[in-house]
C-alpha cells in the first residue's frame, strides 16, 4: 500500500539511464573482468554465458512471471556497469494500451535514497551529524533527546507509522481515496500513537521517520526539502523524467495502476498519493531514471567515500530478525549485499536493485490483473529474485528466505 512495509521475516516493500542502451552482443570495457568469463560473455547460474543468450534467458524469466502470475504490465531493465544488457516491456497499461518505456509511475519509497543523500551531503559539509539528537533540531517532538538523526534515517526510531496497524486510519483512507493529506496531519497522527520501543532498540520500517528528517533538513538549510531534491539530486543525475508532487496527476504516458483494495478491482492509478509520505518526496519516474539513479546511489556519485560506507552499514544488523545478509541501512534494504528499495502503493510494485560486487542493476515496475491483485504479494520482488538467481546465483536477492 504505502512507499514501504516491512516485517521481520520477510522485507517486503509497501507504500520502492548514464549511458545508452548498446547490443547485447557487444561487451562493455571491465564487467568481462569482474565476471570472470571472456569478452563478450557474462557469468551466468549457467557459467560463462554469450551476451545474446543472457539477455534472451532474462526476457524470458521476465515473460514467464507475467504468465505464471497473472502479472498485468510489467517494464523491467538490467544493467552491468554502465551498458544495457535487457530491456522487456511487457503486457498492457490498459486494455489496448501496450507498455512501453516512457511511461510514468509512482516511485514511492524509492525516492527515500534521494532524501539520504540530501542529509549525507549535508554532513559531509559539516552542517549536521547522523549522530546528532533530534533535539538539536526540533526539541519539542517525543523523544528528541534520545532519538538521532542515525536512528530516523535506519527506521530505529521506535516512532509509529501511520497508517500500518492502524485500522481507522485505513477507513479513512478508503472512504475517500482523493483525499489530499497534508504532511502534518500524517505527522501528528503517527506521533499520537505509543512509541514502538525505547530509540535504537528495535526496527520498525514507518515513514514517520522521514518526515521528521525532512523536516531537520530544511531546519538546518532554511530551504523547502523539494526544492533540495530538485538541485541536489535530481538535476545533478540527469532525472529529467522524475516529478515531485502530491497530487494525482501523473506526466503522460501512464503505467496505470490497479488495486482490489478496496474490494473491487479498480484502476487505482489516479488515487491521491498524497497519504505515503511528505508531500516534498512523493515522485513519480520511469524505469530509465530509476535505473539510473541505482547506479548512482549504489556507487556513492552524490556524497562521499565516507559517507557512502555509512549509507550501507549494519547498523541496524544486530536487532531481532535481522542479520549481517539483511539489514536496513540508512533509506535501503540490505540483502546479501544488494541494495534494494521495493516499494508497493496504489496498485503499483517496484524494485530499484544495485549489486556492487557485480555492478549490475536492476529497475522494474509491475501491475497486476485481478487474481494476482489478491494476494498483495509484491510481483517485482518475485522477479528480482529470479533475475538474480540466474544472473548472480552466488548473491541472489532471495526475500522469501530471509526469515
Not at 54 to 81: M, P, S, T, W, Y
Not at 133 to 144: D, F, G, M
Not at 347 to 358: E, K, V
Amino acid at each position: 500500500m504505502g512507499g514501504a512495509r516491512f516485517t521481520r521475516r520477510v522485507v517486503a516493500a509497501w507504500c520502492i539511464a548514464v549511458a545508452a542502451a548498446l547490443g547485447a552482443a557487444v561487451m562493455w570495457p571491465g564487467a568481462a573482468t569482474a565476471a570472470g568469463c571472456a569478452q563478450g560473455r557474462i557469468r551466468t547460474a549457467s557459467g560463462c554465458t554469450a551476451l545474446v543468450a543472457a539477455r534472451r534467458e532474462v526476457e524470458a524469466i521476465v515473460h514467464r512471471q507475467v504468465e505464471a502470475n497473472g502479472l498485468r504490465g510489467v517494464l523491467a531493465r538490467v544493467d552491468v556497469a554502465n551498458r544495457t544488457l535487457a530491456r522487456v516491456a511487457a503486457g498492457n497499461s490498459m486494455a489496448g494500451v501496450p507498455t512501453n518505456f516512457r511511461m510514468h509511475f509512482r516511485i514511492g519509497s524509492i525516492a527515500i535514497p534521494y532524501v539520504i543523500d540530501v542529509l549525507l551531503q549535508l554532513q559531509d559539509a559539516g552542517r549536521l551529524s547522523l549522530d546528532d539528537p533530534l533535539s538539536k533540531w526540533l526539541p519539542k517532538l517525543p523523544n528528541a533527546d534520545h532519538v538521532s538523526l542515525r536512528m530516523l534515517a535506519n527506521s530505529t526510531s521506535g516512532y509509529a507509522d501511520w497508517v500500518q496497524e492502524n485500522p481507522t486510519f485505513l477507513n479513512t483512507l478508503y472512504a475517500n481515496v482523493f483525499r489530499q493529506w497534508t504532511t502534518n496531519e500524517l505527522l501528528n497522527i503517527a506521533l499520537a500513537r505509543p512509541a514502538l520501543c525505547p530509540p535504537g532498540t528495535c526496527f520498525h520500517y514507518a515513514h514517520t521517520n522521514f518526515i521528521i528528517l525532512g523536516k531537520v533538513i530544511h531546519r538546518v538549510t532554511g530551504r523547502p526539502v523539494a526544492q533540495l531534491l530538485r538541485q541536489r539530486v535530481l538535476r545533478p543525475l540527469g532525472l529529467r523524467h522524475t516529478a515531485i508532487s502530491a497530487l494525482p496527476e501523473i506526466p503522460r504516458p501512464v503505467l496505470h495502476s490497479y488495486t482490489v483494495d478496496r474490494g473491487p478491482y479498480e484502476d487505482s492509478t489516479y488515487w491521491s498519493p498524497s497519504w505515503t509520505i511528505a508531500a516534498s518526496m512523493i515522485m513519480t519516474g520511469t524505469i530509465g531514471d530509476v535505473m539510473t539513479s541505482a547506479k548512482a546511489f549504489g556507487r556513492g556519485a552524490l556524497i562521499s567515500k565516507a559517507a557512502a560506507r555509512q549509507r550501507v552499514a549494519p547498523t541496524s544488523a544486530g536487532l531481532t530478525g535481522f542479520s549481517q545478509n539483511l539489514y536496513y541501512a540508512l533509506g535501503i534494504v540490505i540483502l546479501n549485499t544488494w541494495q534494494i528499495q521495493n516499494p508497493q502503493l496504489n496498485g503499483w510494485t517496484a524494485i530499484q536493485a544495485y549489486l556492487p560486487s557485480r555492478r549490475i542493476a536492476v529497475a522494474l515496475a509491475v501491475t497486476r490483473r485481478k487474481p494476482a491483485a489478491a494476494t498483495g504479494i509484491n510481483y517485482s520482488q518475485q522477479l528480482l529474485e529470479a533475475i538474480s538467481a540466474y544472473l548472480t546465483p552466488k548473491h541472489p536477492a532471495t526475500f522469501s528466505a530471509t526469515g
